[in-house]
């Protein structure tokens, strides 16, 4: 079955972003001149995926507003003659059809992921984190949804970590199947590192089947009743194949400040128009110190 739907989890509270998350939600943070989830949205359309499920929470308006029309300023750009920025900014409410569900309670992500079912309905979706953006010449979804069509199992993203870092990702126990492909035998959240079974970590992106619904009820709720995805994951895995793929491309952690900015740094080296002044600035700094 074709994957139609993506759903996009923006409902943290983007704590180690205060105080620039206290008023704004940190999805909307600038990375160039993008919010950070205008590139997750625009990585799914080049995927080919145009339904898209946001799942927000309080104060997350502007996320909204980013997305919708702004009639009053396109009548200003229209007004000024400002043809290119005119239809950048038509182009962004024309990206897909969103809708948005609020998650009223921090429940963890699995909980944030099963909110929403009724929207998803009975097929498989694709799952973003917004944390995770994967600059790649080939979008790191449109990989893995050739990885789905292939075995039409749920696939989810993996890349190697420093064996020291094990502990800060859940990790996965691969058995290689081809090049990049694994079937996952089993998956374990944040071992330490005598305790992974391999460095290949799990990162933001995700294509799950509708069975992972129905299993989210049965997660036992960890610290502060949350849902984990990982959980819900290792129960599904006792049902049906999971594999994991270690995409091509290079991901940046735009979940706290330093990740930012190197994606910063990263995107705005790969721009045609910035990419030059930019890495000739870089070249002219003194950073001996």
Request: one cysteine or more; a negative charge.
């Amino acid at each position: 079955m074709k994957i139609r739907k993506a759903v996009v989890t923006a409902a943290g509270w983007g704590t180690r972003f205060l105080p620039a998350a206290k008023s704004q939600p940190k999805e909307m943070l600038l990375l160039v001149d993008k919010p950070v989830i205008q590139y997750v949205i625009e990585e799914a359309v080049a995927s080919g995926i145009d339904q898209i499920i946001l799942i927000t929470a309080l104060g997350k308006h502007a996320i909204e507003n980013h997305f919708d029309r702004s009639f009053e300023l396109e009548h200003i750009l229209l007004q000024k003659g400002d043809e290119k920025r005119l239809q950048e900014v038509r182009r962004i409410s024309d990206l897909a059809s969103i809708c948005y569900i609020r998650q009223k309670e921090q429940l963890g992500l699995g909980h944030a992921v099963s909110i929403a079912k009724d929207l998803v309905g009975n097929e498989p979706f694709a799952l973003f984190l917004p944390d995770d953006l994967i600059a790649a010449e080939v979008p790191a979804m449109k990989q893995m949804l050739e990885v789905y069509e292939r075995y039409g199992c749920s696939v989810i993203a993996v890349e190697p970590v420093p064996p020291e870092k094990t502990s800060a990702y859940g990790i996965v126990d691969p058995q290689q199947v081809e090049g990049r492909v694994f079937e996952v035998l089993s998956l374990i959240e944040k071992p330490n590192p005598e305790e992974a079974p391999s460095n290949l970590a799990i990162v933001g992106r995700y294509i799950l089947t509708p069975e992972i619904f129905g299993l989210f009820e049965k997660v036992t709720p960890g610290a502060g009743g949350e849902i984990q995805l990982t959980d819900a994951l290792r129960l599904l895995l006792e049902q049906q194949r999971i594999y994991a793929y270690q995409f091509e491309g290079t991901r940046y952690d735009t979940g706290e400040p330093l990740g930012l900015l190197k994606a910063s740094i990263g995107y705005a080296l790969n721009r045609p128009d910035l990419g030059p002044g930019f890495k000739e600035h870089l070249q002219q700094l003194d950073l001996s110190d």
